[in-house]
């Protein structure tokens, strides 16, 4: 397995610097702008086909991380997303094939109009330039992030977990030397290592760096939202509720309540809270309990929903005021009874963390309500809170999903890591 | 004149801090973004409507800024900026009515399809919430900043310069007074008040202010950049070039750099740079700054500029380092002989404040690649930087021009103030 970096472009040292690595991304970039779609493509099919090619490398640096991670105790959990199997690997070189047929965002021209003087003005999508990535665990963040920059024109400043060292490192190696290969600037893509000091040094490097993205837990994204003076788009923390009207379908409330919850718990868009209108209390509220219980939910209820569960003999345990704003992320949901829409909404607006939020309804003005007044970045109709997501939306790829309201919310992808440029052609006009 | 704020809603006291100003503000956002396009336009005319007939209570304010202004010794520029006649008052209550003309961003569907399972989603726009404005003299930006808030469904906290206090107090009094008629959320609009401290606190009420955009000096914005956990939208710093190629008609060049210069220059997209191919040296430089001089432009000049200034006998003095990252704001041009167009863009590239940037030429490739290589917020062709505008490009308004990548680059009007939710219509579907 490769031990050393491929050599860093310009005058770096043996560890480079953020403000070394900045102003080499920043030259890459300025490349990085002027390539065809062709090009772009050309290169994240050779990356794909590199990383397939150091599959045994990259499975090796792989297992130096989880063999670590088994040694300082790691959850069974995340060992299994640090994980990469020969099959992870080919997954994670197919990704970037996958990115290669999605069309090209840079050049496309958002709106444009000839003025009354004869100017012609358009605004055009441009890359942002150079972008920082600061993540945790799970390593296909790396290739994702790296092939999302390069389509996008951008060049990435990857700031990976600690626990997937060995693997980013590899990884990075691989995909820097098929960019050589391809006569494109190497530092489009580059691995930031050292110790917390030079996260905070990313964080500063405003003018150098033009965005942030954070994706991880609420620490590691609550400090790159306090200290960042760079840009900053918020991910990922989803205290998800889903509500059931009066007026629901219960069958597909059933299923809604559950595959929210249980399909995977570990994500952001999976719900952790489950409101029930109290015409449902007696119909409803057992079944759907009992559903979950089946499923292995532990269920934290308020006194309402768990008298219901009292006398159908489900288990449960009371809510503590923090169950309300805890993403549990786990198999534990929050369940209270609401005697109306209106409860619903107030419960939920006191709670929301803006991630994803659903009704299940037949009655249309309940639904419009929802839709209207809650605040979040997706608002569910009769649909699971798991349907938030760029794969999901017909996006073909997603960097992470804005909780924040500038830029983007939601799901983020090729567009989202692009901003853009007003060019104004004229004759000689002057005012 | 009012001599106090019209009674705040909620349990405010006597001089509401940054929360209890923000909390007001939310729950007014609530009720504002689910206003009509007809109930917002009706208040804005109300809002103008009152602000005519307060126009002797709003001018007697004006003059006690304005006489404070000049004991303290307040330049004429800023004294004429501050000060408020009854014209100014009507053209101030008129750019209301014309916010009320314009269409609403609120409810615009950005995109959205039918996903292969039935699911519905589409991206609408929707307000931001609540907005923090930070601004210096200008007394007609809290009328704007107010009646942008308004129509684009947004709760605006103004905090207005010290220099226009009274002036400031007496709007947002007429404006709240006028809303509380309506019927409407005196809360849509509150002034904030109180030293630097207060300042401190707008910037850090992370969640409870959903955006704050500075308008102002270097020093204001710096500040905030700086402090904010809020996310920003910076503004304003224009360090502006104009670049005259080898191939450009000089009737234009000259015409486009004396407008670029001295059109008006205390503002954001005035030039403050000139760079000249050097095949222009001897027949087009002396020409351009014999006609700056002529406008009272002080010259700036790199030695060859100079050489050829010297040899016209035009008053000129060698440029400082920093001269060529000043925004002057002021008859002073910096001015530069390069050796072609790579040289004028390592130029720009080093100096530029990423706000506008100008070539005159009439060779198409110069053009295309001063276009594409540029990385500013607007590239003009055969243009005045003065073009850089919100009204000029069209928008009908202007909120401020965007100097960031993230969200909004140049010029900001009423899309720019929403964000969008993603509402998803299915009929059960489960993943």
Same mark, same amino acid.
């Given at each position: 397995?490769?031990?050393?970096?491929?050599?860093?472009?310009?005058?770096?040292?043996?560890?480079?610097?953020?403000?070394?690595?900045?102003?080499?991304?920043?030259?890459?970039? =300025?490349?990085?702008?002027?390539?065809?779609?062709?090009?772009?493509?050309?290169?994240?099919?050779?990356?794909?086909?590199?990383?397939?090619?150091?599959?045994?490398?990259?499975?090796?640096?792989?297992?130096?991380?989880?063999?670590?991670?088994?040694?300082?105790?790691?959850?069974?959990?995340?060992?299994?997303?640090?994980?990469?199997?020969?099959?992870?690997?080919?997954?994670?070189?197919?990704?970037?094939?996958?990115?290669?047929?999605?069309?090209?965002?840079?050049?496309?021209?958002?709106?444009?109009?000839?003025?009354?003087?004869?100017?012609?003005?358009?605004?055009?999508?441009?890359?942002?330039?150079?972008?920082?990535?600061?993540?945790?665990?799970?390593?296909?963040?790396?290739?994702?992030?790296?092939?999302?920059?390069?389509?996008?024109?951008?060049?990435?400043?990857? =700031?990976?977990?600690?626990?997937?060292?060995?693997?980013?490192?590899?990884?990075?190696?691989?995909?820097?030397?098929?960019?050589?290969?391809?006569?494109?600037?190497?530092?489009?893509?580059?691995?930031?290592?050292?110790?917390?000091?030079?996260?905070?040094?990313?964080?500063?490097?405003?003018?150098?760096?033009?965005?942030?993205?954070?994706?991880?837990?609420?620490?590691?994204?609550?400090?790159?939202?306090?200290?960042?003076?760079?840009?900053?788009?918020?991910?990922?923390?989803?205290?998800?509720?889903?509500?059931?009207?009066?007026?629901?379908?219960?069958?597909?409330?059933?299923?809604?309540?559950?595959?929210?919850?249980?399909?995977?718990?570990?994500?952001?868009?999976?719900?952790?809270?489950?409101?029930?209108?109290?015409?449902?209390?007696?119909?409803?509220?057992?079944?759907?309990?009992?559903?979950?219980?089946?499923?292995?939910?532990?269920?934290?209820?308020?006194?309402?929903?768990?008298?219901?569960?009292?006398?159908?003999?489900?288990?449960?345990?009371?809510?503590?005021?923090?169950?309300?704003?805890?993403?549990?992320?786990?198999?534990?949901?929050?369940?209270?009874?609401?005697?109306?829409?209106?409860?619903?909404?107030?419960?939920?607006?006191?709670?929301?963390?803006?991630?994803?939020?659903?009704?299940?309804?037949?009655?249309?003005?309940?639904?419009? =309500?929802?839709?209207?007044?809650?605040?979040?970045?997706?608002?569910?109709?009769?649909?699971?809170?798991?349907?938030?997501?760029?794969?999901?939306?017909?996006?073909?790829?997603?960097?992470?999903?804005?909780?924040?309201?500038?830029?983007?919310?939601?799901?983020?992808?090729?567009?989202?890591?692009?901003?853009?440029?007003?060019?104004?052609?004229?004759?000689?006009?002057?005012?």
């Amino acid at each position: 397995m490769p031990s050393a970096h491929p050599t860093y472009a310009g005058s770096m040292s043996a560890v480079p610097t953020v403000a070394e690595l900045a102003s080499c991304a920043r030259v890459a970039s =300025r490349r990085l702008a002027l390539l065809s779609r062709a090009d772009k493509d050309a290169a994240l099919r050779a990356l794909a086909d590199a990383l397939d090619g150091a599959t045994a490398d990259i499975v090796a640096a792989n297992a130096e991380d989880v063999a670590r991670g088994r040694d300082n105790g790691m959850a069974d959990g995340l060992v299994d997303r640090l994980t990469l199997t020969e099959d992870r690997v080919a997954a994670v070189a197919e990704a970037l094939r996958d990115i290669a047929a999605l069309p090209d965002p840079v050049g496309e021209i958002v709106r444009g109009s000839t003025l009354a003087n004869g100017l012609q003005i358009r605004q055009v999508r441009v890359p942002m330039g150079v972008v920082g990535m600061i993540y945790e665990a799970r390593p296909n963040v790396t290739v994702d992030a790296a092939g999302l920059g390069l389509k996008s024109g951008n060049a990435v400043i990857l =700031r990976g977990g600690s626990a997937a060292e060995s693997t980013n490192r590899t990884l990075v190696d691989v995909m820097r030397g098929a960019l050589e290969s391809q006569g494109l600037p190497v530092d489009a893509m580059a691995l930031l290592e050292g110790g917390r000091e030079v996260v905070k040094e990313l964080l500063t490097a405003r003018g150098q760096v033009d965005l942030i993205i954070p994706r991880g837990g609420a620490g590691l994204i609550q400090t790159v939202v306090t200290e960042s003076t760079v840009p900053v788009i918020e991910t990922g923390v989803g205290n998800c509720h889903v509500y059931v009207d009066a007026a629901a379908d219960l069958d597909k409330a059933l299923a809604i309540a559950l595959n929210s919850k249980t399909h995977r718990v570990g994500v952001c868009n999976a719900a952790e809270n489950l409101l029930v209108h109290e015409a449902l209390a007696d119909q409803f509220l057992p079944r759907v309990l009992a559903a979950l219980d089946g499923a292995g939910v532990v269920l934290h209820t308020d006194p309402a929903a768990g008298s219901a569960a009292e006398q159908a003999g489900i288990p449960h345990q009371l809510a503590t005021e923090e169950d309300w704003d805890t993403e549990y992320l786990a198999l534990e949901m929050a369940v209270a009874v609401v005697p109306d829409l209106d409860a619903a909404l107030a419960h939920i607006q006191a709670h929301t963390s803006g991630h994803t939020e659903a009704i299940v309804t037949e009655d249309r003005a309940a639904a419009r =309500r929802f839709t209207t007044e809650v605040d979040a970045a997706a608002v569910m109709v009769n649909a699971s809170t798991r349907f938030t997501d760029g794969g999901e939306f017909g996006f073909g790829a997603e960097i992470g999903i804005s909780t924040q309201k500038l830029h983007a919310r939601g799901p983020m992808a090729l567009p989202e890591l692009t901003t853009t440029k007003w060019i104004v052609e004229g004759d000689g006009q002057i005012r």
